[in-house]
């Protein structure tokens, strides 16, 4: 039922860089930095996607197949080997 209810779509534009200046200034009233960001609230995501000798994910996604899933191990900030790395699963139903 989901799928028949839920569509996804995206539209991009490019703009100017003096009006995502200003667009940045105006958000930065209603909008608070991410707690685990630097003092910018930028932070970097290091992301490793996993498949199937089959690779049955990739076709899974390059064909649509409208139920699939995705295994990735995150890394955020930096990449040592102190830092912790977490394991998901993403679904798309």
């Known amino acids: 039922m989901a799928g028949e209810i839920f569509s996804r779509y995206e539209l991009k534009y490019l703009i100017p860089f ?4 200003a667009m940045v200034e105006r958000l930065k ?4 930095f991410d707690k685990y960001g630097n003092g910018d609230g930028r932070y970097t995501i290091i992301s490793l996607y996993f498949d199937s000798p089959d690779k049955t994910i990739y076709y899974e996604t390059r064909n649509k197949k409208r139920f699939r899933q995705k295994l990735r191990l995150r890394i955020y ?3 040592t080997l102190e830092d912790d790395a977490y394991f998901e699963v993403e679904k798309k139903i």
Request: net charge negative.
């Open 18 to 21: 003096h009006m995502y200046e």
């Open 29 to 32: 009233e209603k909008m608070t």
């Open 77 to 79: 900030n930096s990449a």
